[in-house]
């Protein structure tokens, strides 16, 4: 439902021209409506010149584009790349442009509000992700500089200073750009703070590097991902010398922690690292995904002051003492996200995964169960578990053998989930041939029979529209959820692992020239 003032609005933006010969004359109050309008529109010119004649002390772009009186739709998942540089753009030119520097109010920009989604509405569906955001940020910092001196400014311009809040990504190709943007900062009125910081494709010297300009007391999320090798030993080196007192989300890569190779020496350092998150004590979210910890967990987690409400565990080898501290653990009654994939929970552990299950069922929101060798003769057990998490939200379980009976048995309850709003779930067994082994290959992942696929996911919608339950969107994608930012930079992954099974060739080659 739109308000007649939002209306006026959608008709004033659809005229850049007369939005710019009258924008002196519009109530301060308005622009954010108008912004909105603007943004809903892809009206890339006026919010150029809204941005830059802002005539408030905030412009917060998840605020704007949230849900309001006037306007009742969320437009935060629209990473429209035509309203976002120019509204980038027209931060440049408010602070260039003639107005007097005392008459700017503006000095804090939020531009963390925007959600990069699979599915963009905007109507050009040209998106700027993250990383193209960090990129176009860096570049009009160091510009404005440039600009600053060349076009001779008012020198109160050099006083201004417009804290503009961010969550910046990081990898190779953007890291000479943005390392000069925050070393410049303390001249240019645009002043980054990063709020959010994600480094994927990057060496470590750099990562060291540039995590030391981003102002890591003040840091709320951290995460290293992918192609960056960042093992226990440096994490240790990383978390001696650079402190992270406000870190809420600490998310590190793949084969961080590894105790099949552990020694005396590395037992300490464990219990060091240990030590330094519990220094950290805002930490609400960790994700230890594809490290290697079996029997260590209480060793990492026990020394937390705080409860974690968001763990992932996934592929983390763990054993029965890792799922008894868990269940028994102070963060078991405060988890709203749990990600244990790749572990077989209904086989190994059982009674101390459903007692996990029973402890967090009062805050569970978001849980994960991949490729957990969860069976048809699992269902009614796993059933029993799920039924206290009244308050779950998400449930994902792809990769489990479970028979299309078992999976109508299973959305026959979820109806019953009053907050359940999505599910992912596997291909049913039935549909693979009679040999086929789990975990299934990627090679094989697709070789099912479709049609009856398709057959069978139509009877499991038809058990939640027949019991008006439209609102959970139940799909299966095969190859994981989608992953914004993983989309984004997928050329530059794939150059750099390209790269690697080069240099892997030539040292292999080496190797037995040597021999020979």
């Known amino acids: ?125 040209k998106t700027m992700g993250r990383w193209a955001r960090t990129e176009l940020l860096s570049k009009i910092c160091y510009e404005l500089l440039v600009d600053m001196e060349r076009l001779q400014v008012d020198p109160g311009v050099f006083e201004m200073s417009i804290d503009v809040l961010v969550d910046i990504f990081v990898t190779e190709k953007s890291y000479e750009l943005v390392v000069q943007a925050l070393l410049m900062r303390c001249h240019c009125p645009l002043k980054i703070r990063c709020i959010g910081f994600r480094a994927d494709n990057l060496a470590l010297r750099k990562l060291f590097y540039i ?74 979210e960790l994700s230890l995904a594809f490290s290697t910890l079996t029997g260590r967990i209480r060793k990492l987690l026990s020394p937390l002051k705080s409860p974690l409400k968001v763990l992932d565990v996934s592929n983390c080898s763990l054993n029965h003492a890792d799922m008894a501290y868990l269940a028994n653990s102070l963060h078991s009654n405060h988890l709203e996200a749990l990600d244990i994939s790749g572990h077989d929970v209904a ?20 849980l994960t169960l991949e490729e957990c060798n969860i069976q048809d003769i699992h269902v009614n057990m796993l059933i029993l578990g799920l039924v206290p998490c009244r308050k779950l939200e998400e449930l994902r379980f792809l990769g489990n053998p479970l028979s299309s009976r078992a999976l109508k048995c299973l959305f026959n309850i979820f109806i019953d989930f009053s907050r359940l709003k999505y599910v992912e779930f596997p291909v049913p067994r039935d549909c693979y041939p009679s040999d086929i082994s789990y975990p299934i290959d990627e090679t094989e ?37 989608y992953d914004a930012v993983v989309q984004e930079i997928g050329n530059e992954l794939g150059s750099f692992l390209l790269q690697s099974f080069r240099d892997a060739i030539e040292g292999f080659s080496m190797a037995l020239q040597k021999m020979n």
């Not at 057959?455 to 994981?480: H, V």
Request: some cysteine.
């Open 211 to 284: 995590i030391k300009l981003t102002e890591p007391s003040s840091l709320r999320k951290f995460e290293v991902v992918h192609n960056v090798r960042l093992e226990m030993e440096h994490l240790q080196v990383l978390f001696n010398n650079i402190h992270f007192p406000q870190l809420t989300s600490l998310t590190l890569p793949a084969r961080t922690f590894d105790v099949r190779r552990f020694t005396p020496e590395d037992e300490a350092i464990l219990t060091k690292i240990g030590e330094k998150l519990s220094q950290m004590t805002q930490l609400t």
């Open 347 to 366: 086989d190994l552990y059982p009674s101390t995964f459903f007692k996990l299950l029973n402890h967090s069922s009062s805050t569970l929101k978001r």
């Open 445 to 481: 992942l697709s070789k099912f029979d479709h049609s009856k696929y398709e057959s069978i996911a139509e009877e499991l919608n038809m058990i939640l529209l027949q019991a008006k339950r439209e609102d959970i969107k139940a799909s299966t994608p095969l190859f994981g959820s």
């Open 1 to 125: 439902m739109h308000s007649l003032r939002f209306v006026s609005a959608e008709a004033l933006v659809s005229n850049a021209q007369l939005v710019r010969d009258h924008l002196d004359s519009v109530a301060h109050n308005l622009f954010p409506l108008l912004f909105k309008a603007s943004y809903l529109h892809e009206q890339g010119e006026v919010i150029h010149d809204l941005v830059e004649n802002w005539p408030l002390p905030e412009l917060n772009i998840g605020k704007l584009l949230g849900k309001t009186a006037d306007h009742q739709e969320d437009l935060s998942s629209r990473a429209c790349c035509v309203c976002l540089v120019n509204c980038l753009t027209g931060l440049r030119d408010y602070v260039l442009n003639c107005s007097s520097p005392y008459a700017k109010r503006l000095r804090t920009v939020d531009l963390r509000g925007i959600k990069d989604v699979k599915i963009q509405l905007c109507k050009c569906r």
